[in-house]
């Protein structure tokens, strides 16, 4: 083996190791993730400025697990009428008129192996702030809460929710 070749094996192994680490590390730490979403939809006019309740749109949040994201039509609930000339609005408009949609790019989720189920926490009054941080001042929607199983056993522990295993792995 070359000089060369002798340093440059233990250096890509060394920066293989280190990434791995790095990685397990911050699993499930994206906090700051903002992705840019394909219709500038913002929280901080519509929930905060606006005051439109969180369950308008997330319907699903206090009946299932999941708290659901509105279609276009809730959206065109208003925009058939308010800022109609708007070059998103029209986006959506052309969409429906084609039969079409788009998805918006999920910022909040969890591994497959746990089960979460946003009914119960609201049932509870778990303020969506918990673990979403103050979505009303959010232009664009940001990962503020590092959702970590320490997290959410911390939380289950203060208020005497179940903390075995299987309550969040089956
Ligand atoms: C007028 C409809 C509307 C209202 C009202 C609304 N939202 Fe949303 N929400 C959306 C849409 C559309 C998305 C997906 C686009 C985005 O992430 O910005 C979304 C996304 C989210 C997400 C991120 C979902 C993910 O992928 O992780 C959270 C958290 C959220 N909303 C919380 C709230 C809370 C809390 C309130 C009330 C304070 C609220 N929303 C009010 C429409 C709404
Ligand atoms: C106890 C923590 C917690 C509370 C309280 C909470 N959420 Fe969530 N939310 C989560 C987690 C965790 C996810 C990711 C779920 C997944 O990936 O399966 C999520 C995902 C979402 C999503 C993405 C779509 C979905 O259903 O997965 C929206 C929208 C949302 N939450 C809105 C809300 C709103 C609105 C409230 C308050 C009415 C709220 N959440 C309260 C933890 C919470
Ligand atoms: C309850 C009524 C209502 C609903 C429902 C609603 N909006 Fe709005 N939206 C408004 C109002 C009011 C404005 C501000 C208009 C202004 O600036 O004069 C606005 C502004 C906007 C703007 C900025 C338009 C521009 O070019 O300035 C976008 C984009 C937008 N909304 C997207 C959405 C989307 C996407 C949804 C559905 C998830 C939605 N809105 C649901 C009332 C609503
Ligand atoms: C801020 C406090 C808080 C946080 C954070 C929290 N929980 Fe909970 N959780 C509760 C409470 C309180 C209950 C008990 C509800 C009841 O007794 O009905 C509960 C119940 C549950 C249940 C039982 C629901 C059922 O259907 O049996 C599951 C599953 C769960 N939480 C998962 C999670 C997961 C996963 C996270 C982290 C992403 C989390 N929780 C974060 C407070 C919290
Ligand atoms: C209240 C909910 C909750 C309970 C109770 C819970 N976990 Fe978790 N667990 C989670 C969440 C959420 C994650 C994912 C965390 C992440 O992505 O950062 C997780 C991740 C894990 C992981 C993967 C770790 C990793 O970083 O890859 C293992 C292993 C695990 N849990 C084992 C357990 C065991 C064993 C128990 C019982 C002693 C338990 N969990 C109880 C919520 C829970």
Same mark, same amino acid.
């Given at each position: 083996?070359?000089?060369?070749?002798?340093? !440059?094996?233990? /250096?890509?192994?060394?920066?293989?190791?280190?990434?791995?680490?790095?990685?397990?590390?911050? !699993?499930?730490?994206?906090?700051?993730?903002?992705?840019?979403?394909?219709?500038?939809?913002?929280?901080? /006019?519509?929930?905060?400025?606006?005051?439109?309740?969180?369950?308008?749109?997330?319907?699903?949040?206090?009946?299932?697990?999941?708290?659901?994201?509105?279609?276009?039509?809730?959206?065109?609930?208003?925009?058939?009428?308010?800022?109609?000339?708007?070059?998103?609005?029209?986006?959506?408009?052309? /969409?429906?008129?084609?039969?079409?949609?788009?998805?918006?790019?999920?910022?909040?989720?969890?591994?497959?192996?746990?089960?979460?189920?946003?009914?119960?926490?609201?049932?509870?009054?778990?303020?969506?702030?918990?673990?979403?941080?103050?979505?009303?001042?959010?232009?664009?929607?940001?990962?503020?809460?590092?959702?970590?199983?320490?997290?959410?056993?911390?939380?289950?522990?203060?208020?005497?929710?179940?903390?075995?295993?299987?309550?969040?792995?089956?």
């Amino acid at each position: 083996m070359t000089p060369f070749v002798k340093t !440059i094996i233990p /250096l890509t192994l060394l920066i293989l190791v280190g990434s791995v680490v790095y990685f397990l590390w911050h !699993i499930g730490n994206n906090v700051g993730y903002a992705p840019t979403q394909p219709i500038p939809f913002s929280h901080k /006019l519509h929930a905060g400025n606006l005051d439109i309740p969180c369950q308008y749109c997330h319907t699903g949040v206090d009946k299932s697990r999941v708290a659901s994201v509105p279609s276009m039509q809730t959206c065109m609930n208003c925009h058939s009428l308010v800022k109609a000339d708007s070059p998103h609005i029209q986006k959506m408009k052309t /969409l429906i008129e084609k039969g079409d949609s788009f998805e918006w790019i999920r910022v909040h989720d969890m591994p497959d192996f746990v089960y979460f189920n946003h009914r119960r926490h609201i049932a509870k009054g778990v303020a969506c702030e918990k673990c979403h941080g103050d979505v009303k001042s959010m232009p664009v929607i940001t990962q503020k809460v590092n959702l970590t199983m320490g997290y959410c056993v911390e939380c289950h522990r203060e208020n005497k929710a179940s903390v075995q295993c299987n309550t969040c792995h089956n």
